[in-house]
């Protein structure tokens, strides 16, 4: 059984620090899915890692992952309120290329203070 | 593009009754599956479909049925709702690594 697990569950952090998000996971996946989430609302992606090594970044945000450790990782540079949400990981074990088969982490809560 | 569109917004069941939740999409998705959020937790897969007249189960499949006759519709049926279904129900549809999830629908089971 596929496990996802995130650190940490939740983060309060001032404006203009840097911090990073952690989504461990149990079995053997190349696909890997970063998604934010805001209060009532539905889920926002950010980015796609599909190899080894990949690194993806976006604004103040980065995103890698290290499949042979099974981790991925969510880099937060500067950090600026409008990022207050909740960050999601999830593993794709796929369906064939067809599809997606996500098993999510439990999320983090990132709070941004001014 | 409308893309994935789900009703209800909101829905208020008894224990017991049944009621469908609706999902379409208009990109000619092969792939949809529908998602359960409870408080403070990621999702978690109910059922999948990878195309019109095939479906399959994912992690969290009792309580719920699904049929797929068409390519843009998904329903999610609740057969006898119970408490424990109380959740926001997210459908998906995607092509390869391309993902894209509905609004979500609010349920709460009295």
């Known amino acids: 059984e596929l496990k996802v697990e995130q650190n940490p569950l939740f983060l309060s952090m001032q404006e203009g620090k840097n911090y990073t998000i952690y989504c461990n996971y149990s079995t053997t996946s190349d696909r890997l899915y970063w998604y934010r989430q805001d209060p009532g609302k539905s889920l926002e992606s950010l980015f796609v890692?599909?190899?080894?090594?990949a690194v993806k970044q976006e604004g103040r945000l980065m995103a890698s992952l290290d499949t042979k450790a099974r981790l991925s990782t969510l880099h937060i540079t500067a950090a600026v309120h409008d990022l207050s949400a909740t960050y999601f990981c999830a593993v794709d074990l796929g369906v064939n290329n067809a599809g997606n088969m996500l098993t999510f982490g439990g999320g983090t809560r990132l709070m941004v203070k001014p | 593009n409308a893309g994935v569109t789900q009703t209800p917004k909101f829905q208020v069941l008894k224990t017991g009754q049944s009621m469908t939740l609706q999902c379409a999409q208009d990109m000619n998705h092969e792939y949809m599956s529908w998602y359960r959020q409870d408080p403070g937790m990621g999702l978690r897969l109910i059922h999948y479909?990878?195309?019109?007249?095939?479906?399959d189960q994912g992690e969290v499949p009792n309580g719920y049925n699904v049929s797929r006759s068409t390519t843009e519709d998904f329903p999610l049926r609740l057969l006898s709702a119970a408490p424990s279904q109380t959740s926001v129900y997210f459908c998906?549809?995607?092509?390869?690594?391309?993902?894209?999830f509905g609004p979500g629908t609010r349920l709460t089971v009295l």
């Open positions: 890692l599909l190899s080894n090594g």
């Open positions: 998906a549809s995607s092509r390869g690594t391309e993902q894209y």
């Open positions: 479909s990878v195309g019109a007249g095939i479906t």
